[in-house]
T-cell receptor, first 112, second 114 residues
């Protein structure tokens, strides 16, 4: 079956603009995660959705970051007023069993 | 809080040889899971192998096997008969149901030489 998909693959934006990153999880997976991968910080957890429960937002670095998951499937990560330090690869993962996560190809974000 | 340490930033191995990648972790949890993920230049994070902490038997997936030493909190990955396609960054990761997220090590860059 299809894996996790993410779009766009690459995004270049200007400082101060808003961006939206999309994630389509594997069909039937109830859990969805966003991680950020940057050179200086490695892989960091951002946010976690499980079914209809309130998301775990404990990893979001600032209030400029938000995410939603519609209908228990597709998720959008929004970064408002982007800064240069937001440049990174944003990875989405989904799982049916909580502990095994399958990743998408990521979105590389470059803020100029 | 959980921590995962991969102290070797990079390694190199000759094709067809065996290589071992090291990982140590720290946790106060008794029930958890450990993973090795591979990230080739395409940046797709690929699951290599998984180990449940309650299982004493080391996990094996074809050419990949782990040496899980729970008391020492060590979780190394052995790659046998290395292939050029094994060239990638490898991440060790830890999961516990207490916080439902993966905690990753810094990763190690593995190069397989022809």
């Amino acid at each position: 079956g299809a894996g996790v998909s993410q779009s766009p693959s690459n995004k270049v934006t200007e400082k101060g603009k808003d961006v939206e990153l999309r994630c389509d999880p594997i069909s039937g997976h109830t859990a969805l995660y966003w991680y950020r991968q940057s050179l200086g910080q490695g892989l960091e957890f951002l946010i976690y959705f499980q079914g209809n429960s309130a998301p775990d937002k404990s990893g979001l670095p600032s209030d400029r970051f938000s995410a939603e998951r519609t209908g228990g499937s597709v998720s959008t990560l929004t970064i408002q007023r982007t800064q240069q330090e937001d440049s990174a690869v944003y990875l989405c993962a989904s799982s049916s069993r909580f502990e095994t996560q399958y990743f998408g190809p990521g979105t590389r974000l470059l803020v100029l | 809080a959980q921590t995962v340490t991969q102290s070797q930033p990079e390694m190199s191995v000759q094709e067809a040889e065996t290589v071992t990648l090291s990982c140590t972790y720290d946790t106060s949890e008794s029930n958890y899971y450990l993973f090795w993920y591979k990230q080739p230049p395409s940046r797709q994070m690929i699951l290599v192998i998984r180990q449940e902490a309650y299982k004493q038997q080391n996990a094996t997936e074809n050419r990949f096997s782990v040496n899980f030493q729970k008391a020492a909190k060590s979780f190394s990955l052995k790659i046998s008969d290395s292939q050029l396609g094994d060239t990638a960054m490898y991440f060790c990761a830890f999961y516990t149901g207490a916080n439902s997220k993966l905690t990753f090590g810094k990763g190690i860059t593995l190069s397989v030489r022809p």
